[in-house]
Every structure is written in C-alpha cells, then in structure tokens.
C-alpha cells in the first residue's frame, strides 16, 4: 500500500523568506515522486519530479526537493518566496503495481505570501 | 502545442440529470486519467486509460459514474442521476508514457461541475 501526507494544509510566508512545504510518503515500492502547482482558476502544473535519479531535484521557478528515503520524506523549498508562488501544492507519490501505476495525491497545502 | 483541453468550463445541473464531461489529450498520448477534486480537498484518483488495455476503473465511486476513450484519444466521463455530493472540479491529466510511474501528467484545466 502507499499513501502520502501533507503536514501542513496552509502555510503562510513573507515574501524574499524561504518557504518549506512538507511531504511524507510510504510505499511498499520504490515511488516515484511529484509536485505539481495549482494556481487559482488554472490548470495543475509539474514543479518537479523524482525518479531515482538525484535525490535533490530542482524544478521550475527555483524551486527544489529532497528525497529522503531514511525519513520517507519529499519536502518541497524554496529559498525565496515570491508573490506569484501563492497556489495550492500537492505532494503526489507513484509506483508500480502488476501493470498499473498507482498515483495518490496528497490533500495539498495553500501557500499564501504576505508582502 | 495544445495541451489537455477540456469541456465544458462550467456545468450546472439538476439533481437526477445525467452529465457528459470531455476530454481531449494532448495528441499522442496513450495514457489518460480522470479526477475529481472537491472544495478543500485533495485529487481523487476515478479511472486510468492507457493505449487499448482496459480501463483501471477502481477510483469510481459508484456505478453511476463511467467513462470511454474512442480510437485512443478522446474521452467522456459520464455521470447518471447527478447528486448533489457529485459537485466538483472533474480533472483529466494526459501522459506521454507507457503507464509507467515516472511519467508526468500534463492537466486540463477542468470541469466545474455544480448539481443544484
């Protein structure tokens, strides 16, 4: 079974503060890990993904994630926030089972930037 | 290129209506996917197409719910007797893989759907 939980569902941060959202996973396979972003009335976009490459895995606008596999974590940062990074962020794990792929969608966590 | 597009935008309806939802992948696409995403909640996995296999239908809620993809590419999602628990964002995502677990999903924009 897998299953993936995001800590946090709001965070709130300065803008130029460093921002963490945080992610923890099992699966009984090795998963394959996903963050996408989901800025208000638009479509879920990928920041990241990691695929038993790198552990540290950098994405799109400066964001960057470290799988951790002692702590079954897959935490989200960023070292300085900016006000379009306002969204919701989900924390998505994935790994293979028979010839299926199961994919769970953490619950999300809203990020909201204060000036 | 396009990416996912999905129709319609909006979609209000009665309570006992049936609804068709569509979705178009982005060409050459195998894979397709459905969600439904509720206020405040996480995505809920529906069901999964992948080439001409059949369909993970696990992630339908009840039998009121189903889907088809014709000739591999565009789908419906087809809800009987709406309810008023059925309101929410219905999401396709397309994948350029073969179903396997590092392949990214590219997201429509969704379907709003609102059972009165």
């Known amino acids: 079974a897998q299953s993936v939980t995001q800590l946090d569902s709001h965070v709130s941060v300065s803008e130029g503060t460093p921002v963490l959202l945080r992610c923890n996973y099992s699966?009984?396979?090795?998963?394959?890990l996903f963050w996408y972003v989901q800025h208000p009335n638009k479509g879920l976009q990928l920041l990241l993904k990691?695929?038993?490459?790198?552990?540290l895995v950098k994405g799109i606008n400066g964001f960057e994630a470290e799988f951790k596999k002692s702590e079954t974590s897959f935490h989200l940062t960023k070292p300085s926030a900016h006000m379009s990074d306002a969204a919701e962020y989900f924390c998505?794990?994935?790994?293979?089972?028979?010839?299926?792929?199961?994919?769970?969608f953490g619950s999300g966590t809203r990020l909201s930037i204060r000036p | 290129g396009a990416g996912v597009s999905q129709s319609p935008s909006n979609k209000v309806t009665e309570k006992g209506k049936d609804v068709e939802l569509r979705c178009d992948p982005i060409s050459g696409h195998t894979a397709l996917y459905w969600y439904r995403q509720s206020l405040g909640q996480g995505l809920e996995f529906l069901i999964y197409?992948?080439?001409?296999?059949?369909?993970?239908k696990s992630g339908l809620p009840s039998d009121r719910f189903s889907a088809e993809r014709t000739g591999g590419s565009v789908s419906t999602l087809t809800i009987q007797r709406t309810q008023q628990e059925d309101s929410a964002v219905y999401l396709c995502a397309s994948s350029h893989g073969s179903g396997s677990p590092t392949d990214t999903q590219y997201f429509g924009p969704g379907t709003r759907l609102t059972v009165l």
């Open positions: 699966s009984s396979y090795s998963p394959s």
């Open positions: 990691y695929t038993s490459a790198a552990t």
């Open positions: 998505v794990v994935s790994a293979q089972y028979s010839s299926a792929s199961k994919i769970i």
């Open positions: 197409f992948q080439g001409n296999s059949a369909p993970d």
